[in-house]
């Protein structure tokens, strides 16, 4: 859709051109021979149907695809609970986007039995342990000094483990700019931070845009740092809050050696790109599960318009595996090549979108940070130009 109706929407095709991941698609890169693997709490009950729906609608042919439960099995799914209904919107829009811009890769889903860190924690654990993929996706976070300091602490040695194997993880910045909800629940408050596990070194960190792409075939136009009255989540609540990119600095790592060049903080900064995340401008799903949720039957031809960094962390992923493919070995953390491209001018620009426009202030806590040329807390060093990129972060990845 354009707009015209409603909020503008992208098919996988549009997305696939807008950031130049066609060209690679077209000469067999499509993370053939790779495994994703994407961590979610809850999963869905009809995510395995719903990928071969959206397959057949968008133009795709189905991937190898398993689900495992390594650290216990969550409860029964129930449609009305808010927190399990959330989550398998969710699984949907990492499954099924994450086979688009990596549709030769198999994918893993591996369900967590709650969201509670200590459950995600075991799940991403075995996952490591047992070398099940070469990419981690992680579209879920939380600031920083909401997480248990001795679970933090076994999170980073578990992700300085996976990238050790060569794994590539990936997970979203946030959806309520520069600041996190509050460890309270119940609370709409907001505090000043990062979210981890993006914060972590080893993450690459995903931001987020609002994409323009042509209607018509999706080619690219324009993105500016994610800026819109819908789909901030909270603590964003106030209407002038539209600011949504997650983005800002550590309280717990110290500035990494890879960013030293470009942000001059002694703390670890996030993002470290981005992607689109607009709802106006976002990507459709389908979930059967969503339809019941909806009220309508779960057999509905209806496709849903989802947004979020959480919708940039397994495209992202789908690209790691993708240059998995194209460098015939694992990638490990590609943060030191994404800023090692960036610092020259002419390969940033051949593989980066640079977002030097928008903000990801927040009221309540009294502002954020601007977008601007190469490296800033709001979309990183950019979007992809998949085609330029993945041979240079083969060339520049050790």
Not at 22 to 37: D, E, F, M, S
Not at 250 to 265: D, E, V
Not at 321 to 343: F, K, V
Request: one cysteine or more; a negative charge.
């Amino acid at each position: 859709m354009d707009g015209s109706q409603g909020p503008r929407c992208y098919q996988a095709a549009q997305i696939q051109n807008a950031y130049n991941i066609t060209p690679l698609l077209k000469r067999g890169i499509n993370g053939a021979g790779r495994t994703i693997v994407i961590v979610d709490a809850y999963g869905s009950p009809t995510i395995a149907s719903d990928l071969q729906t959206f397959d057949a609608a968008m133009g795709l042919s189905n991937p190898s695809f398993r689900q495992i439960a390594p650290a216990g099995s969550p409860p029964p799914f129930d449609v009305n609970d808010a927190n399990q209904f959330g989550w398998a919107v969710e699984t949907t829009l990492d499954v099924e986007w994450a086979h688009v811009t990596a549709p030769g890769a198999k994918i893993v889903l591996a369900v967590a039995a709650s969201n509670n860190d200590a459950d995600i924690l075991a799940t991403t654990k075995y996952v490591v342990d047992h070398n099940v993929g070469d990419v981690i996706s992680q579209s879920f976070g939380e600031a920083e000094a909401c997480m248990d300091p001795a679970l933090l602490k076994e999170q980073h040695k578990l992700f300085e483990k996976a990238v050790g194997k060569g794994i590539t993880l990936v997970a979203s910045s946030g959806d309520s700019g520069a600041s996190q909800p509050s460890c309270d629940p119940n609370s709409t408050a907001a505090l000043f931070a990062a979210s981890t596990p993006a914060s972590d070194p080893n993450v690459t960190a995903v931001g987020g845009t609002t994409l323009t792409a042509d209607p018509s075939t999706g080619a690219y136009q324009s993105e500016t740092a994610w800026t819109e009255p819908f789909g901030c989540n909270p603590p964003a609540v106030a209407a002038t809050d539209v600011n949504c990119s997650g983005g800002g600095f550590s309280t717990i790592y110290a500035r990494p050696s890879y960013q030293s060049a470009l942000q001059k903080n002694h703390a670890r900064g996030v993002p470290d790109v981005s992607y689109n995340a607009g709802v106006a401008g976002g990507v459709l799903i389908f979930s059967a599960t969503l339809n019941v949720g909806s009220g309508l039957p779960a057999d509905a031809a209806v496709f849903f318009v989802i947004g979020g960094t959480s919708a940039g962390a397994p495209q992202w992923a789908g690209l790691a595996a993708d240059a998995d493919q194209l460098g015939r070995h694992r990638m490990g953390n590609i943060n030191p090549a994404l800023y090692s491209i960036a610092q020259a001018k002419p390969h940033y620009a051949a593989a980066l979108h640079d977002i030097t426009t928008g903000n990801n202030d927040v009221a309540e806590i009294g502002g954020g940070f601007n977008a601007g040329a190469r490296w800033d807390p709001v979309t990183g060093l950019g979007t992809p130009n998949a085609a330029g990129l993945l041979p240079l972060l083969v060339k520049h990845a050790k």
